[in-house]
DNA sequence: TTCCAAAAGTTGTCCCAACAAATGGTCTCA
DNA sequence: TGAGACCATTTGTTGGGACAACTTTTGGAA
């Protein structure tokens, strides 16, 4: 490995490649701290480190007198709101996030675009109405709000919706990928938001150069034309810089614009 | 304070004090780990658990040879919806969530409900459009689905309103609030919703049962009517277990039910 | 067989020590 | 004056040990 990788974190990437890969499933007890020590032939501090890490990530639970377990991850779903609405107007939304941004006074941009094409998820398939494994565009950039990183954001198209609308380019597509999807008569008529949230993974917390103990927002947005599912759009947020809102039904004024603590 | 208390758990509530008390503000530095050491007559390592504890909080900032501060919290707001909407069947929020929980196979109840008459916070104030310092009724109390806790819902309703609709009762009132102050002529029209995320305090922790490294979804709902805002919900949800769906747009079918969890 | 006590196993708390790595300031020398 | 070397301070990493607290298993006694 990397010789600058400190011994806890190399554990802990042991551990969670484990747990990812499936040789650890949900309920599985971990090895002892006394196992790993021997194992690894490092101190029990050094195991107790890795497994703190692990814990700050929601993947294992410790138990005094009892061991370490893989946690289960069980959630259920609460629908907050329905609405019908139509009339919608810059439905690009990466426009829309910039014309926000602006309007509260901050500098948006986005880097590290890439372009990949990646097999379906489970998650994606079911969400996109694809088979699992069939091949995806990604589409995905980190954006940056005031030269702070604030979001990773990626998008996931059929493949043949890409093909047809030009969304095979390693770049940024000019006036945005909404619209080069409706001009092929692939029209955004609505959509659904799920919100969740849970610790960062390693390699989020980089890039976001997030502070331990910082979480994320974990959000999804299924864009549906009349017919099926267009795009599937999925974005990490600093949870310490972000916040979402939702206005629904018909207000006028009111709303405040800062920070909400307790 | 409790002999069974541990060492670094009490430094940490000690520390955790003198930041919410404002003895040590957003960016100043805190006593280094040798001085704590000294202080309170333990060693380095017990020290640095108390840190790894506030840090998990997102409450400090360990820099290596610069010394640990207390970090400040600045959040930007997307404004993700917008959305004209109307005929909503019921609008209870309580009966809302007991019958889709109910739908989903779900047993949903509520418990320690509590009514108590609080000063208005800088952020209350500003979304009730009431003064700072000015009384509200607040009415919160546990939910708790499958009989594990799931969230923590606290709603405020301003002094004149709550009491023109028999809102200042210990229990729950029958029909839900919305209708009885529907009945009084004091009609939701729409609402806004901001979803924010960040680690739980010690409190939160405990009510929801939520092991260490979850986070905890922040969710407020201010309701209007036509001319003036009629409560506000702050709902606390274990971040593990919750998930928020928005659905904009005429969709017909599709969406997925199950977790999501890349 | 049943029940209770003891033992073994496992994580929690706490101590000590040493060196590495990064930061910030000082001091010297060109 | 300016640049670079050096040093003190501070947190990061890792090792070692001891006992406490809790759970599960085991074994013996009734």
Known sequence: MAQSEPLYRQIAADL??????????AGDRLPT??????????????????????????????TQG?????????????????????????????????????????????RDFEMRIVPASPELAERLTVDEGDSLVSRSFVRQVD??????????YPM???????LLTPHDVAGGAIRAMAAKGHVEIGYVDEVTTRMPRPDESRK???GIGTPVLVYVRTTYS???????????????????????????????????AS
Not at 16 to 25: F, H, N, P, S, V
């Open 147 to 156: 030269g702070e990183p604030s979001s990773l954001q990626d998008s996931y």
């Open 208 to 210: 976001l150069g997030l």
């Open 160 to 166: 043949d919706i890409a093909q047809e609308c030009g």
């Open 33 to 62: 701290e006394a196992e790993l020590r021997e194992q690894y032939g490092v101190s029990r501090n050094t195991v107790r480190l890795a497994f703190a890490q692990l814990q700050n990530e929601g993947m294992i639970t410790s």
């Open 66 to 110: 009892r061991g370490t377990i893989v946690r289960e991850q069980v959630i259920t779903t609460y629908h907050a709101s329905w609405a019908e609405s139509r009339d919608r107007m810059s439905s690009d939304q990466v426009d829309a996030f910039h014309a926000e941004q602006a309007a509260q006074g901050h500098k948006s941009a986005y």
């Open 16 to 25: 969670r490649e484990q747990i990812r890969g499936g040789q650890l499933k």
């Open 226 to 260: 009349d017919t099926r599912p267009l795009r599937l759009t999925l974005t990490i947020f600093a949870g310490d810089r972000n916040r979402l809102v939702y206005e629904l039904g018909d207000i006028s004024g009111y709303h405040g614009q800062n920070g909400y």
